[in-house]
């Protein structure tokens, strides 16, 4: 039996009386679910609490760029104005479903036939250092497609092998695309080269050449490092780093400006007679007494 999962609106009441999406003949229970199914080439699903945690203005953007693609969230919504704000606003499109709060021993089947299961959390303090244990909940039931926060490179074609790379995300970094993850070779990785000392140019050949890309590339002055050469790089030497990560140069401007001594003024030279009484006689032949 093929268990279909994100077609719980089929029987819309506005949907149906709009006379609009159901061709003609399509017009018992059946048929409409048939067609119905047939409207959306994947399923996009979310197991889990509805909650002020996920990225709703993401998931508004996500579902209106792709109408032809079914999101289904199973899970229970939280009381929070906003949670129920997005949630009401969501409902109103026919590719987004609400399947609603779902027994523990029933929530495995979920994930198991949706074509991408995703975790549209905000990047924030709360959702940096918890524990993705939704991750393993998706991927038991052999789902093996998720969205991913950030590759180290571009996002390939479906099927592709993809990479992980982000440490510490500070922005909306989510793609708007699919990339399903296959087994495969590990990413290959690459010796850093020692590039300190060396003129800029010369470093970025020698960082290109060893199939890595020049990162960002500041400069600073240096007390003995000659203008133009590589006071410092990251990642430093002797490191490894996946092919085309980036590497990051500090160049010198030379040593910083001396700043010399404040110019010369007038010159007082003062005999004062403590015996003679409080006279201070100007030496100096500038006539300031």
Known sequence: MKVLVGTA??????????????????????????FYATQFHSRIGYSG???????????????????????????PVTEDSETQTAVRSLARRRNVHFLG??????????????????????TN???????????????APSGDTMWMQRLDAATGAAGSTARLNDTAPTTDQWNYAAVEIMS?????????????GQLRADAEAAIVGASLTVGAVTEANHPTMGIGRVISQTPGFPNSALVGSSVSLVVSLGPAPVTPPPAGGLVLALNFNELSGATALDASGNNLN
């Not at 508004?60 to 032809?68: I, V």
């Not at 779902?102 to 959390?121: G, N, S, V």
Request: glycine share 4%; proline share 12%; aromatic share 14%.
């Open 9 to 34: 609106s089929w029987s819309d009441k506005s949907l149906v009386a709009s006379k609009k999406f159901y061709p003609k003949g399509v017009n018992n229970p059946e048929s409409r679910l048939r």
């Open 49 to 75: 609490v509805l909650k002020r945690h996920l990225d709703w203005g993401l998931l508004h953007r996500l579902t209106e760029l792709r109408p032809s693609w079914a999101f289904v969230f199973v899970g």
């Open 101 to 122: 709060c779902k027994p523990t021993d029933q929530l495995p089947p979920y994930p198991q036939h949706f074509d991408a299961c995703i975790m549209p959390y905000r």
């Open 125 to 139: 303090d709360y959702t940096r250092y918890i524990y993705p244990l939704k991750l393993h909940e998706y991927l």
């Open 184 to 196: 495969g070779a590990p990413p290959a990785s690459v010796a850093v080269p020692s590039v300190v």
